[in-house]
């Protein structure tokens, strides 16, 4: 779920047209019309994600152009991008080491470009990938501010601050984004799952149902469809929602728990235990499929098949609270 910089802007002060000897007949100065061209076009690819591409054209320019702090900060962003298109909160530790040592390097010539917006959006996923939540939520308001009409930048400071906690500031934000992005499904199912973690179900499937009607085929958007529309009380149409996800992505083992769990409100319990075992053979670590298939048992008077799904979790990670919690409820056999 980056952002542009105006390109006609003035150049910044002192960066006047060389006064001393002129360079060789029809060499390439840093800010010839060839120059802002491929800058444009940089930035045109940037905006389209296309990270690489941006990368090469700039590094084709003259080496008087790349020194120049607007194209170093366009360069590095594109590199960014490149390097980790889709940014965790916290997901530093996960990258190589030769990924978190170009990333370190990179970081100077976004924090010198305090006018870009593009630098700034890259310097807060920068920071969001290290957790350093409060420099990723400055930097991201600093690239709304610069370019408001930017979806992304919306959109990623809606991610900080859901992981800050900020529930409403993020829904503010990410109104904005669907505003300015009516046709991108992204911030629409953001917006409903902020509204959701809230607890306002009903509200929240306007925003899902926007999303899925944007890209009907994405199992996912159907998915947290789906588990809205469960939160909701409408538990014939979130099972229909997700046997559509599964139909679309049968490998998933998370659409696969949330339809077996709609199946089990629905109170057809042998599609759900079919449904919720086949999500635990896709992954044995799905704590959530886990406890749903114990539950399911459970309230089929199938102890010894509840109690091995509850040890099963607890064997996948010691320290799920569910599986530890229906454990003791269900006391000594």
Do not use: K
């Amino acid at each position: 779920m980056l952002a542009a910089l105006v390109v006609s802007a003035p150049v910044v002060a002192g960066a006047q047209p060389h006064r001393g000897r002129p360079g060789r007949p029809g060499a390439i100065q840093p800010f010839s019309p060839q120059v802002e061209a491929t800058l444009r076009q940089c930035e045109a690819l940037f905006d389209r994600s296309r990270f690489a591409e941006a990368v090469t054209a700039i590094d084709a320019l003259p080496p008087r152009a790349r020194a120049l702090p607007r194209v170093r900060a366009l360069r590095a962003a594109s590199r960014i991008g490149a390097l980790v298109p889709a940014v965790e909160p916290d997901g530093w530790r996960a990258l190589p080491p030769a990924t978190q040592r170009e990333l370190s390097a990179l970081e100077p010539a976004l924090s010198a470009a305090t006018e870009d917006p593009r630098a700034s959006l890259s310097l807060g996923r920068l920071h969001l990938l290290r957790a350093r939540l409060d420099d990723a939520r400055a930097a991201l308001e600093r690239s709304t501010r610069l370019r408001p009409e930017d979806p992304v930048a919306w959109n990623d400071l809606a991610m900080v601050l859901v992981t800050q906690h900020h529930l409403p500031e993020a829904e503010r934000a990410l109104v904005e984004a669907t505003r300015r992005a009516p046709s991108d499904p992204e911030p629409f199912d953001n917006l409903g799952a902020v509204r959701l973690a809230q607890g306002r179900a009903r509200e929240s499937l306007e925003a899902f149902e926007r999303a899925v009607e944007i890209d009907p085929r994405s199992p996912r958007f159907l998915s947290d469809l789906g588990s809205a529309q469960l939160s909701a009380g409408r538990i014939p149409e979130a099972v229909g929602t997700l046997q559509r996800a599964v139909a679309l992505d049968p490998s998933s083992s998370v659409v696969a728990a949330n339809l077996g769990y709609a199946l089990s409100l629905a109170n057809r319990s042998d599609e759900a235990v079919r449904v919720l075992t086949h999500a635990t053979e896709l992954d044995p670590r799905n704590l959530t499929a886990l406890n749903n298939l114990g539950l399911v048992h459970l309230r089929r008077g199938e102890r010894a098949l509840a109690r091995r799904c509850f040890e099963r979790a607890l064997t996948a990670d010691a320290t799920d609270p569910r599986a530890r919690a229906n454990l003791d409820a269900m006391g000594a056999d």
